[in-house]
C-alpha cells in the first residue's frame, strides 16, 4: 500500500482529504507517498496552539526554554541517520545533507545557547533605563513580552529540515508556538523530523503543528497577536505580503526570498593567489552544492574584465571534475534537482538567459551520470554562462535560474562592480575575495544598503570561513528589495521578532518591582546580616548593604600606583596639572573601586563562591587627597544557574550595583560587579 504524507495537527496525526498528489523520488522517479492538500481546519488549529502552546511555553523563562531546545537537538541527534536516508530521495548528497540535518540541529544547539544571554524571567528587560525627570522619581525602560500568537512558518523546499528548524528555534525560545508548513514535494522529510519531535515528548501540547499540504487558507485566521514567516520566490512572497487578512490584522510579515546574489573577485586577486583559488572554489562548491538549490547561492561572478578568460578557463577545470548522479553512489559530488517539474522550469529559465548570455561550460539536455538514469531523474549538468556587457544584458539580474547556474560578467574599476551588485535589487548576500583591506572596505560599505550579509574572503579565514552561502545562526539572514525586506536569526535580534516590545513609565521602585531588575533611585531594603553571607535564594532584589566611610589620603594614591604601576601624571605628580581638568593629585579610578570592594566584601568563608566579573563601570567625580568617600551595595538582579553534572555546585549568577559616594552624597563611581553564589538548596 502507498504511503500517505500526515499532518499533525490539534494533538493528532491526520491524512487529510481533498485533491491528490504525488511525491516521488528525484533520482530515480518512483513514488514516494501520496499527499492530499485539504481537511485541516485552521482556525481551529491556530486556537489549539493560542490556548495550548501558547500558554505553556509563556509560563516557562528563557533558561527553561533553552534546555528544551537543547533536549530536542539532544534528541534528534540521535536520530540523524534516518533523517539521512529520506534526504537521499530529494536528490542531496551526503555532504547536502548535513547542511540540512546537521545544519538544522546545529541551529537548536545555538539558541539553547542564546539563554544565557537572557534572564531567568519568562520575560526580557532591553536596553538601559531612561530617565524622565530632573528629580530621578519618574523614569522609562522597556520590556519584552512572548505575543500571544502563533508563528506560522511558510517554508521552502530545498531545506526541509533546516529551514523548519532554523525557525522553530528562535520561536520556541521566544516563547511563541508555531505550525509549519513545507514545501509538498520534501515535506515527506520534514514530516519525519517532526514525528521524533512529537514522540520524545520534549515540547509542550500545542507547540508545534505540521501542515504537509498546500496550506491554503491558513492565512485567512492569523491575528495581530502571530507572526507569519516565509520563505521561496518573490512572486509568491510578494503575493503573501498582500493578504487582506495580514494588511487588516497588521500581522508581522518576514519574507525571505530567492535572490540574485553575487560574488565579486578584487583587482589583487589574480591568477595565483590564494584569493583566485579560493574564488574559483567558491563559485564552484556554490554552483554544485545542493544542484544549486539554495536561496544564497552565487548567481553572478563579477570579475575584473582582464581576469574573465582566466576565471572561465579555471571554473571550468574545477567543474569537470565534479561527478553527478546518484547521491548514494561513491565519488558523487552533486545530485539532483528536487524534480523534474522543477528540471522543466529550470531549463525555461537558462533559455530565457541564453538569449542574451550564452552558455560557456555545460548542456541543458546531457549530462554524464553515475548510477542513475537522466530519463527518470532529474539532473542537469552544472551551467555556466557570459554576460560580455552586464550594464546591457541585464536579464541576467532579474531572471534567476534556481539550479546550478550561474553567470560570469566583467567589470572596469570597483564601483563598477558595486553597481553591478546593486543591479540585483536587494540580495540575501555578497562576497569578495581580496587580500586588500581597502578593497573589502570600500566594497562592503558601498554595497551593504542592497544586501543582508557581506563575507570578505581571504586566504587568513579561509580554512574557517563558512563559506559564501552559509547563513549563521547568530547573525541575521535576510536582505533588502527582491531578498523579501525581513529579517531571520540573529541572536537575540531574532528572538526579539517574536515578542512585543512595550515602554513602561513610573517611579524607580515600580520599575524595579515590574522588571526584576533594580533601579536606581529605587526604595532600598537594608538588614541587619551581610548579603555575602546568603545564599542564591535568600537575598532580594533592592537589598542594600551600606559600608564604614574611609578618608582618602595622599598616601593611598602613592601606595596604589606603586602596587599597580600605573603613575599616570594625574596620580603622582602635582606640578604637571596646569591645563588640566584636576585641581590637585586625584585618586586612581581602580583605587576606588579597590577600596569599595574592600569596603563592601565580607571576608570570611561563605555563600559567594566568586566574583564573576565586572560590567558597566564609570568613574564620574574626581577624588582627591581628604575627601571621604562610601558604598551602597545593592542587589540589582540574579540569574540562577544549571547544575552541568550531578558533582555540580548548584549557583546563580547575582549582579550587585556598586554606588560610591562622597561626603556629599555625589557618586564618584559606579559599577556592576557580579558573583557567584551558591544557592540553598542542592537537588
Given at each position: 500500500m502507498t504511503a500517505v504524507l500526515q499532518n499533525y495537527a490539534m494533538g493528532q496525526w491526520t491524512p487529510g482529504s481533498g485533491?491528490?498528489?504525488?511525491?516521488?523520488?528525484?533520482?530515480?522517479?518512483?513514488?514516494?507517498?501520496?499527499?492530499?492538500s485539504g481537511g485541516l481546519d485552521f482556525n481551529a488549529m491556530l486556537e489549539y496552539a493560542r490556548a495550548k502552546g501558547n500558554r505553556a511555553l509563556r509560563k516557562m523563562t528563557f533558561q527553561e526554554r533553552g534546555r528544551m531546545l537543547k533536549a530536542l537537538a539532544l534528541h534528534l541527534q540521535t536520530k540523524k541517520e534516518d533523517f539521512y536516508k529520506?534526504?537521499?530521495?530529494?536528490?542531496?548528497?551526503r555532504a547536502d545533507s548535513w547542511v540540512d540535518i546537521e545544519g538544522g540541529i546545529g541551529n537548536l544547539f545555538a539558541y539553547a545557547s542564546l539563554r544565557k544571554q537572557f534572564p531567568d524571567k519568562p520575560y526580557f528587560v532591553?536596553?538601559?533605563?531612561?530617565?524622565?525627570?530632573?528629580?530621578?522619581?519618574?523614569?522609562?525602560?522597556?520590556?519584552?513580552?512572548?505575543?500571544?500568537?502563533?508563528?506560522?512558518?511558510?517554508?521552502?523546499?530545498?531545506?526541509?529540515?533546516?529551514?523548519?528548524?532554523?525557525?522553530?528555534?528562535?520561536?520556541?525560545?521566544?516563547?511563541?508556538?508555531?505550525?509549519?508548513?513545507?514545501?509538498?514535494?520534501?515535506?515527506?522529510?520534514?514530516?519525519?523530523?517532526?514525528?521524533?519531535?512529537?514522540?520524545?515528548?520534549?515540547?509542550?501540547?500545542?507547540?508545534?503543528q505540521l501542515v504537509t499540504g498546500t496550506g491554503e487558507g491558513i492565512l485567512d485566521h492569523v491575528t495581530y497577536q502571530d507572526v507569519v514567516t516565509f520563505t521561496g520566490s518573490a512572486h509568491t512572497g510578494r503575493l503573501l505580503k498582500a493578504h487582506p487578512r495580514l494588511i487588516q490584522e497588521a500581522v508581522p510579515f518576514t519574507m525571505e526570498a530567492d535572490s540574485l546574489n553575487s560574488s565579486v573577485l578584487g583587482e589583487d586577486a589574480v591568477p595565483g593567489t590564494p584569493e583566485f583559488d579560493l574564488f574559483i572554489k567558491e563559485i564552484r562548491k556554490e554552483i554544485t552544492s545542493k544542484a544549486g538549490q539554495k536561496c544564497t547561492a552565487i548567481r553572478r561572478a563579477i570579475v575584473p574584465e582582464k581576469l574573465v578568460e582566466d576565471v572561465q578557463i579555471a571554473l571550468g577545470k574545477e567543474l569537470?571534475?565534479?561527478a553527478i548522479g546518484d547521491p548514494q553512489a561513491e565519488g558523487v559530488r552533486m545530485g539532483a534537482l528536487v524534480g523534474r517539474e522543477q528540471l522543466k522550469k529550470l531549463r525555461e529559465q537558462v533559455k530565457e538567459l541564453a538569449r542574451q548570455t550564452p552558455i560557456v561550460y555545460g548542456d541543458l539536455n546531457q549530462v554524464n551520470l553515475i548510477g542513475a538514469d537522466q530519463e527518470k531523474g532529474a539532473f542537469i549538468s552544472p551551467i555556466v554562462m557570459l554576460n560580455p556587457e552586464p550594464f546591457r544584458y541585464t536579464n541576467t539580474h532579474e531572471v534567476e535560474a534556481f539550479g546550478p547556474v550561474a553567470t560570469i560578467m566583467p567589470y572596469r574599476h570597483l564601483d563598477e562592480a558595486i553597481a553591478l551588485t546593486k543591479l540585483g535589487k536587494g540580495s540575501l548576500v555578497a562576497s569578495i575575495a581580496t587580500a586588500d583591506p581597502t578593497i573589502a572596505q570600500e566594497f562592503a560599505i558601498g554595497a551593504a544598503t542592497h544586501h543582508g550579509r557581506i563575507l570578505v574572503l581571504d586566504n587568513a579565514c579561509a580554512k574557517e570561513s563558512t563559506g559564501h552561502g552559509s547563513p549563521m545562526p547568530m547573525l541575521t539572514h535576510g536582505g533588502p528589495g527582491r531578498a523579501g525586506g525581513g529579517e531571520e536569526m540573529g541572536g537575540v535580534r531574532g528572538v526579539k521578532h517574536f515578542m512585543q516590545r512595550t515602554a513602561i513609565q513610573g517611579s524607580p521602585s515600580m520599575i524595579t518591582a515590574i522588571t526584576g531588575v533594580y533601579q536606581q533611585g529605587a526604595r532600598q531594603i537594608e538588614k541587619d546580616v551581610h548579603p555575602f553571607r546568603k545564599h542564591f535564594e535568600e537575598l532580594e532584589i533592592s537589598e542594600t548593604w551600606v559600608t564604614h566611610r574611609h578618608t582618602v589620603t595622599e598616601a593611598?594614591?602613592?601606595?596604589?600606583?606603586?602596587?599597580?604601576?600605573?603613575?599616570?601624571?594625574?596620580?603622582?605628580?602635582?606640578?604637571?596639572?596646569?591645563?588640566?581638568?584636576?585641581?590637585?593629585?586625584?585618586?586612581?579610578?581602580?583605587?576606588?573601586?579597590?577600596?569599595?570592594?574592600?569596603?563592601?566584601?565580607?571576608?570570611?568563608?561563605?555563600?559567594?563562591?566568586?566574583?564573576?566579573?565586572?560590567?558597566?563601570?564609570?568613574f564620574t567625580k574626581p577624588v582627591y587627597p581628604g575627601m571621604t568617600i562610601g558604598v551602597k551595595l545593592t542587589v540589582k538582579e540574579k540569574v540562577a544557574q544549571e547544575k552541568r553534572s550531578e558533582e555540580d555546585v548548584a549557583k546563580g549568577i547575582v549582579k550587585w550595583l556598586v554606588d560610591v559616594t562622597d561626603e556629599t552624597g555625589d557618586t564618584v563611581a559606579i559599577a556592576t560587579i557580579m558573583t557567584m553564589v551558591k544557592k540553598l538548596e542542592q537537588a
Amino acid at each position: 500500500m502507498t504511503a500517505v504524507l500526515q499532518n499533525y495537527a490539534m494533538g493528532q496525526w491526520t491524512p487529510g482529504s481533498g485533491k491528490e498528489s504525488e511525491m516521488v523520488d528525484a533520482v530515480t522517479g518512483d513514488l514516494i507517498c501520496m499527499a492530499y492538500s485539504g481537511g485541516l481546519d485552521f482556525n481551529a488549529m491556530l486556537e489549539y496552539a493560542r490556548a495550548k502552546g501558547n500558554r505553556a511555553l509563556r509560563k516557562m523563562t528563557f533558561q527553561e526554554r533553552g534546555r528544551m531546545l537543547k533536549a530536542l537537538a539532544l534528541h534528534l541527534q540521535t536520530k540523524k541517520e534516518d533523517f539521512y536516508k529520506l534526504s537521499y530521495r530529494t536528490g542531496a548528497t551526503r555532504a547536502d545533507s548535513w547542511v540540512d540535518i546537521e545544519g538544522g540541529i546545529g541551529n537548536l544547539f545555538a539558541y539553547a545557547s542564546l539563554r544565557k544571554q537572557f534572564p531567568d524571567k519568562p520575560y526580557f528587560v532591553e536596553d538601559e533605563p531612561i530617565g524622565l525627570s530632573k528629580g530621578g522619581t519618574f523614569m522609562g525602560h522597556h520590556i519584552l513580552v512572548p505575543k500571544e500568537g502563533v508563528a506560522v512558518h511558510i517554508n521552502a523546499y530545498n531545506f526541509p529540515v533546516w529551514g523548519m528548524l532554523e525557525k522553530i528555534a528562535v520561536n520556541l525560545l521566544a516563547g511563541m508556538p508555531a505550525i509549519v508548513k513545507p514545501a509538498p514535494i520534501t515535506a515527506f522529510l520534514t514530516e519525519a523530523v517532526v514525528r521524533e519531535i512529537i514522540a520524545s515528548n520534549i515540547l509542550p501540547e500545542g507547540a508545534l503543528q505540521l501542515v504537509t499540504g498546500t496550506g491554503e487558507g491558513i492565512l485567512d485566521h492569523v491575528t495581530y497577536q502571530d507572526v507569519v514567516t516565509f520563505t521561496g520566490s518573490a512572486h509568491t512572497g510578494r503575493l503573501l505580503k498582500a493578504h487582506p487578512r495580514l494588511i487588516q490584522e497588521a500581522v508581522p510579515f518576514t519574507m525571505e526570498a530567492d535572490s540574485l546574489n553575487s560574488s565579486v573577485l578584487g583587482e589583487d586577486a589574480v591568477p595565483g593567489t590564494p584569493e583566485f583559488d579560493l574564488f574559483i572554489k567558491e563559485i564552484r562548491k556554490e554552483i554544485t552544492s545542493k544542484a544549486g538549490q539554495k536561496c544564497t547561492a552565487i548567481r553572478r561572478a563579477i570579475v575584473p574584465e582582464k581576469l574573465v578568460e582566466d576565471v572561465q578557463i579555471a571554473l571550468g577545470k574545477e567543474l569537470s571534475k565534479t561527478a553527478i548522479g546518484d547521491p548514494q553512489a561513491e565519488g558523487v559530488r552533486m545530485g539532483a534537482l528536487v524534480g523534474r517539474e522543477q528540471l522543466k522550469k529550470l531549463r525555461e529559465q537558462v533559455k530565457e538567459l541564453a538569449r542574451q548570455t550564452p552558455i560557456v561550460y555545460g548542456d541543458l539536455n546531457q549530462v554524464n551520470l553515475i548510477g542513475a538514469d537522466q530519463e527518470k531523474g532529474a539532473f542537469i549538468s552544472p551551467i555556466v554562462m557570459l554576460n560580455p556587457e552586464p550594464f546591457r544584458y541585464t536579464n541576467t539580474h532579474e531572471v534567476e535560474a534556481f539550479g546550478p547556474v550561474a553567470t560570469i560578467m566583467p567589470y572596469r574599476h570597483l564601483d563598477e562592480a558595486i553597481a553591478l551588485t546593486k543591479l540585483g535589487k536587494g540580495s540575501l548576500v555578497a562576497s569578495i575575495a581580496t587580500a586588500d583591506p581597502t578593497i573589502a572596505q570600500e566594497f562592503a560599505i558601498g554595497a551593504a544598503t542592497h544586501h543582508g550579509r557581506i563575507l570578505v574572503l581571504d586566504n587568513a579565514c579561509a580554512k574557517e570561513s563558512t563559506g559564501h552561502g552559509s547563513p549563521m545562526p547568530m547573525l541575521t539572514h535576510g536582505g533588502p528589495g527582491r531578498a523579501g525586506g525581513g529579517e531571520e536569526m540573529g541572536g537575540v535580534r531574532g528572538v526579539k521578532h517574536f515578542m512585543q516590545r512595550t515602554a513602561i513609565q513610573g517611579s524607580p521602585s515600580m520599575i524595579t518591582a515590574i522588571t526584576g531588575v533594580y533601579q536606581q533611585g529605587a526604595r532600598q531594603i537594608e538588614k541587619d546580616v551581610h548579603p555575602f553571607r546568603k545564599h542564591f535564594e535568600e537575598l532580594e532584589i533592592s537589598e542594600t548593604w551600606v559600608t564604614h566611610r574611609h578618608t582618602v589620603t595622599e598616601a593611598d594614591i602613592t601606595n596604589f600606583a606603586n602596587v599597580s604601576g600605573d603613575h599616570f601624571y594625574a596620580h603622582v605628580d602635582a606640578t604637571s596639572l596646569e591645563g588640566t581638568l584636576f585641581t590637585g593629585r586625584v585618586a586612581h579610578g581602580y583605587y576606588i573601586l579597590s577600596k569599595a570592594a574592600g569596603m563592601f566584601v565580607d571576608p570570611k568563608k561563605g555563600p559567594v563562591l566568586l566574583n564573576y566579573g565586572l560590567e558597566n563601570c564609570r568613574f564620574t567625580k574626581p577624588v582627591y587627597p581628604g575627601m571621604t568617600i562610601g558604598v551602597k551595595l545593592t542587589v540589582k538582579e540574579k540569574v540562577a544557574q544549571e547544575k552541568r553534572s550531578e558533582e555540580d555546585v548548584a549557583k546563580g549568577i547575582v549582579k550587585w550595583l556598586v554606588d560610591v559616594t562622597d561626603e556629599t552624597g555625589d557618586t564618584v563611581a559606579i559599577a556592576t560587579i557580579m558573583t557567584m553564589v551558591k544557592k540553598l538548596e542542592q537537588a
